[in-house]
């Protein structure tokens, strides 16, 4: 059986309709349903709930048993009996319930290999850990999303702006470990050291002794007093201690 391909929600549906009418419409209908008519069956069923979006599914290895279905008039429904609906690529296997005029008259063991494609983000270019990324250093590349693992980078926007955790070769594709916030503060930087409630603020300057992004522990030095401390991030030129901590 040659690969049929699914573009987005609406070119799916267009083809169901135009393959297999009464499986979406409960028309009227009989005859036989041969193994494209089937395929469009098990392509409906897997489908129904696609969660993906801006992607291409190809259905390949399709088969049936038995390989066709000789069905009565009447208005024909298919219902999954065994199996699991499309949200996961990989090979899979579906018992359909035939039924007409709401009686089942058949069963049929369908099987295939559902591939899911889309664009991914890749190095556009050499990259070195640590890099900030830009839009020039990624692009987008059509792949097979059913080979790969869940958490690579999908949207170019995901990446740029982000700090790469490893060194990455041109074309390699970009996973979500790999990326990581650019530090707000760096090591060196003046900040306010603030400690507060909501009675009282105080501040005195202070010296980072790390980097750090929002949020983060980071070691400040009191300028004032010499001594070193533990504070949060709260912007770029601000951390904050404790109110029980010492300045």
Known sequence: MGRIIHKGVFFGIWCLCLLVPCVTLGASGGGTWDQQALAGVFREKLLDRMPWEGT???????????????????????????????????????????????????RVRMWGDLHLYGQVVCAGRQLSRGDLLTAADVILVRSD???LGANVVRRGEEAVGKRLSVGLGPGALVY??????????????????????????????GRLREEGTLGDLVRVKNLISRKELLARVEDERTVVVSMDGQL
Not at 70 to 95: N, T
Not at 177 to 205: C, K, M, Q, W, Y
Request: hydrophobic content about 45%; cysteine-free; charged content about 25%.
């Open 176 to 205: 979500d470990r790999f990326l990581e916030e650019p530090p707000l503060v760096e090591r060196g930087d003046l900040v306010t050291i603030v400690a507060r409630n909501e009675h009282l603020s105080l501040s005195v300057p």
């Open 56 to 106: 291409e599914v190809e259905i390949e290895n399709f088969n049936s048993q038995p390989a066709e279905l000789l069905l009565p008039a009447g208005v024909i429904v298919f219902e999954i009996v065994q199996g699991e609906s499309g949200f996961k690529p990989g090979r899979k296997l579906l018992v359909i319930a035939a039924k007409v005029n709401g009686q089942e008259v058949a």
């Open 145 to 147: 999303l059913s080979r």
